[in-house]
């Protein structure tokens, strides 16, 4: 039993025709992951320290145990508990949260770069500590960090296929009911390969173009920070070597 | 309390799986990883080209979708793996992926200095590997390793969905057997995982540390 064209053919819309769902839950699950990102990141910086300390266990606890057990958790176990949420909707919240985690990382990253005088001018100027925050750091911390951040919308793109385990119709779960309706699982399985390859590779390419011209404009001040990074955070090696 | 000291003992011989299947492709994307991770900084350009691609082709595909290739689509060309070795090969060459990019930039932060000195003291290109890079990158790599390892961890519960009885494997049977015990069922999955993950956790941050202690800068 060989590659069979025809068949390829016939049955590449049906997978294809998921590519919104996929896409829709993608970009959901990254604006979570974005929205709820910050906020770990400011609970961390905390000056009430059990909240600090609470928020980094937090952070280690969910980014160490598996987007999929805690998929089955937030979608069998949280009604449990009288929280009961759509498949789309747990899909959206477990992927979102979890890369959250990852996301509050990277704008660490950001904000620790950005020079300590700027925190001391702030309060010179006696500006408030949402204006300090919002007008002063943030516009400086985020714009280096934003090809790390496009890192992430691949990874989670790659990480929808674990939907399928709740029933979300996804590219995998198609191929899936097709195989297993025909008996035959190399083409539908081969297709859906092949669509991941096509969407992220080319964003992949995109996102180190970004990654090498912002370097470009940063690089005057942060010789070393390159070093740190390979050094520190081997995840950030993980994710920036791409493409 | 009770119900959680009932879920335990049904649960524990999914540990058992889950990590045998961490320990096996640890080993083996630990391989690959160097392989691949040398092999893109080969002299020849056509070994650099194929390693590139699979490099690639592992990093741009998710790795469920990597599993189920393996174990439902491969049969088509006569291979045919237990869920078990699929498995481990799945997770070996997909995080062998990632760990080969670790790999490869640890040799490429060693300075320039150092190959030229071996150069310079007549070393062949084995010895110079062996001797005056590799042992330095190492340090460089490690903590790499141990992140990617907590990635292949989260990665070992995929697993489950090709029917190899691991601990999440384990949990979703006890749930579907009685669905009162739903919900202690998934927080005692959780806090598996999470301890098998604490001295990994703990290691990656003694190595960092370790990492930049008595290296001189370049």
């Known amino acids: 039993m060989t590659w069979d064209w025809q068949f390829a053919i016939e049955i590449f819309p049906d997978i294809a025709s998921a590519i919104w769902l996929v896409i829709g839950v993608t970009f959901g699950a990254y604006l979570v992951s974005l929205t709820f990102g910050l906020i770990l990141t400011f609970l961390r910086r905390s000056s009430f320290k059990p909240l600090a300390f609470l928020t980094y266990w937090f952070i280690e606890f969910v980014r160490s145990t598996p987007p999929l057990v805690q998929l089955f958790f937030v979608y069998f176990a949280l009604p449990a508990i009288g929280i009961t949420l759509n498949k789309y909707l747990a899909g959206i919240l477990t992927l979102g949260i979890h890369y959250a985690t990852y996301v509050s990382e990277v704008y660490r990253s950001g904000i620790d770069a950005v020079p300590k005088g700027q925190w001391e001018a702030s309060r010179a100027m006696n500006f408030t500590k949402i204006h300090t925050w919002f007008r002063v750091i943030l516009p400086q911390a985020i714009p280096p960090v934003i090809p790390m951040l496009g890192n992430y919308l691949l990874v989670l793109f790659k990480e929808t296929p674990i939907l399928m385990a709740i029933g979300v119709g996804e590219f995998l779960q198609e191929a899936q009911l097709i195989g297993a309706a025909n008996f035959r699982y190399l083409e539908p399985i081969t297709i859906v390969g092949l669509l991941f390859l096509l969407l992220s590779y080319p964003s992949a390419i995109l996102i180190n173009k970004l990654e090498k011209r912002s370097k470009l404009g940063y690089s005057a001040n942060k010789k070393q920070k390159g070093m740190s990074v390979v050094g520190t955070d081997g995840e950030a090696v993980k994710q920036s070597a791409g493409g | ?218």
């Open chain 2, 1 to 218: 309390m009770d119900t959680y000291k009932e879920i335990i003992p049904l649960i524990l011989p999914g540990l058992t799986i889950t990590l045998k299947v961490l320990v096996a492709s640890v080993a083996l994307a630990i391989s690959v990883a160097f392989v691949a991770g040398l092999a893109r900084l080969s002299r020849f350009a056509l070994v650099r080209k194929i390693t590139a691609v699979y490099v690639e082709l592992f990093r741009g595909t998710s790795l469920l979708v990597q599993l189920f290739w393996i174990f439902f689509a491969l049969p088509a060309f006569g291979i045919q793996f237990s869920p078990f070795l699929a498995s481990v090969v799945a997770l070996g060459l997909n995080y062998g992926a990632y760990g080969s990019e670790v790999v490869r930039s640890a040799i490429l932060a060693i300075p320039n200095g150092q190959t030229e000195a071996s150069i310079a003291l007549n070393m062949t290109r084995w010895q110079r590997m062996r001797l005056v890079i590799l042992p330095q990158a190492l340090r460089i790599m490690l903590p790499g390793f141990g992140n990617n390892a907590i990635e292949l961890l989260k990665g070992t519960s995929l697993v489950s969905l090709i029917t190899l009885t691991d601990l999440t494997y384990k949990g979703l049977i006890i749930q579907n057997n009685n669905l009162s015990y739903t919900f202690p069922v998934f927080v005692v999955l959780l806090l598996f995982y999470f301890i098998i993950a604490l001295p990994l956790i703990f290691g990656v941050r003694k190595l960092e540390k370790n990492a930049s202690r008595g290296v001189a800068k370049a």
